[in-house]
């Protein structure tokens, strides 16, 4: 789907408000009434796919470090992450920025909600769904990334009540009976959250009805620099290089014998060629542009998935419906079905043609022996699928806490630094490392229903 033009439709919006709002006293806070009327409503609900982009680009590229499906290159200001947050560790009550961009765009959707059912005048049934698909996408990333809810001034709560909230959110946009491209989202948004709660009845359900083709996007807008694609900003040589794709699962594998030299024939994209992990590198910038303890500079290697600042979030994808359906099936001992569903899902990718793969053939399948081999396949290939796209953290976290067969394959950057050792991935809640985002110091200090950490 492509919002592009109701999203900047609703940014112009805005700006002609910025520009009189210079010439005139600034009458306050715009009352319900007014925000509920037509020409309000499709820019009130755009403004939660505004918070939804500026969340899923930071949580996404933060989560990316910790889940180690990017290297850190070493930077440390703008665009980079602090020493700790390198290692895998995520400080309690850190991170204030993202839990407000998710929760702001939570609240949006869900304000407008309240307000479209208590107008007295009709509210278009399609703007009502997307309202409450982009709620549903909100909640859905506050559930994935953190362990613990809080939902407008509330105490702590389970993260899982944000994905219980999506979950109804989904269903409510689906009883509406909207076009095929908002009930394809709604479908496959509650397929994804059921399979995070378990559901996987339901999941897979769900999961049938969403074709392979089908992708559902949060735009960005390169024109405003918080809604710009943070990922790709971050690496996108304007001035920044702060992370790489050099040893991680899927790029060049470091020879620490002959100096940290990449080695050209390792590394899954290497092997196998497959698009969704292509990298690529430029001369002109051999290097990250800083330093990591241990390994000096890194040699910079870029992801390929985002090489525009105009480029969208997906967050919903056919794709992704596959891998529910496999991992329905893994949970039923049904390895053998499940390997046929990701073989199935790997050959309608094609290799690209590039000097390391002149070919363009299909992907290979997997070739799995046992139970445990196909999770680790599965683990995988979800990570593949979803690169980048804020729900690797929240994934590793839910195989680790439910004991799940299979590995993590995460490459060994422990053996060169001890900023990686020395930090357990995650952050220490109850004395226990959580692979989620900690409820920030903002949110403990304002909400006296929340308990401030204690200097912890």
């Not at 702001?104 to 407008?112: H, K, P």
């Not at 009709?122 to 769904?129: C, H, K, T, Y």
């Not at 525009?308 to 390895?335: F, H, K």
């Not at 070919?359 to 995988?380: C, H, I, N, Q, V």
């Amino acid at each position: 789907m492509n919002n592009r033009k109701a999203f900047r439709s609703a940014a112009l919006l805005v700006a002609v408000f910025a520009v009189a709002a210079c010439e005139v006293i600034n009458p306050g806070p715009i009352q319900d009434e007014f925000l509920v009327r037509e020409e309000s409503r499709e820019g009130l609900v755009n403004g939660s796919q505004r918070r939804l982009n500026e969340g899923i680009g930071w949580i996404g590229y933060t989560g990316a470090i910790i889940t180690r499906q990017l290297m850190p290159g070493g930077q440390t200001g703008a665009y980079g992450h602090n020493v700790l947050e390198q290692g895998g560790f995520l400080q309690p009550g850190g991170r204030g920025g993202q839990f407000n961009d998710a929760q702001q765009a939570r609240f949006i959707a869900e304000t407008a909600l309240k307000l479209f059912a208590e107008s007295e005048d009709p509210v278009d049934s399609e703007i009502v769904a997307q309202a409450n698909v982009w709620a549903g996408f909100s909640n859905r990333l506050l559930g994935e990334n953190w362990c613990e809810a809080v939902i407008d001034g509330s105490g702590l709560l389970p993260g899982s009540d944000y994905l219980r909230r999506a979950e109804e959110q989904f269903s409510a946009a689906l009883a509406l009976n909207p076009g095929e491209t908002l009930r394809m989202a709604a479908t496959a948004g509650r397929a994804s959250v059921r399979a995070f709660l378990g559901d996987w009845g339901g999941a897979a359900a769900d999961a049938g009805g969403v074709p392979n083709s089908f992708d559902y996007y949060v735009e960005s807008d390169a024109n405003v620099a918080l809604t710009r694609n943070t990922i790709m900003w971050a690496n996108g040589r304007q001035p920044y290089l702060a992370y790489t794709m050099w040893n991680t699962y899927y790029g060049p594998q470091p020879d620490m014998s002959a100096g940290g030299a990449p080695i050209r024939a390792s590394g899954y994209y290497q092997e196998t060629g497959d698009p969704r992990a292509e990298w690529f590198e430029d001369p002109n910038f051999p290097w990250s542009n800083a330093s990591l303890l241990g390994y000096g500079q890194t040699p910079w290697f870029n992801q390929t998935k985002y090489d525009d600042p105009n480029d969208g979030y997906r967050v919903a994808s056919g794709r992704e419906m596959r891998l529910i359906e496999a991992e329905a099936q893994l949970t039923n001992g049904n390895w053998q079905a499940a390997m046929t569903t990701i073989n199935n899902l790997r050959a309608t990718y094609t290799t690209n043609e590039t000097m390391l793969h002149p070919g363009g053939m299909p992907l290979e399948p997997r070739d799995a022996m046992s139970l445990e081999g196909a999770w680790t396949y599965l683990k995988r290939e979800r990570a593949i699928e979803l690169f980048l796209e804020a729900r690797t953290l929240g994934d590793q976290r839910r195989w680790l806490e439910n004991g799940t067969p299979g590995d993590l394959e995460l490459p060994d950057f422990e053996r060169i630094s001890e900023i990686f050792s020395d930090n357990e991935r995650g952050t220490l809640i109850n004395n226990q490392a959580r692979l989620c985002f900690d409820v920030p110091n903002s949110e403990r200090e304002r909400n006296p229903n929340i308990p401030e950490l204690g200097g912890t």
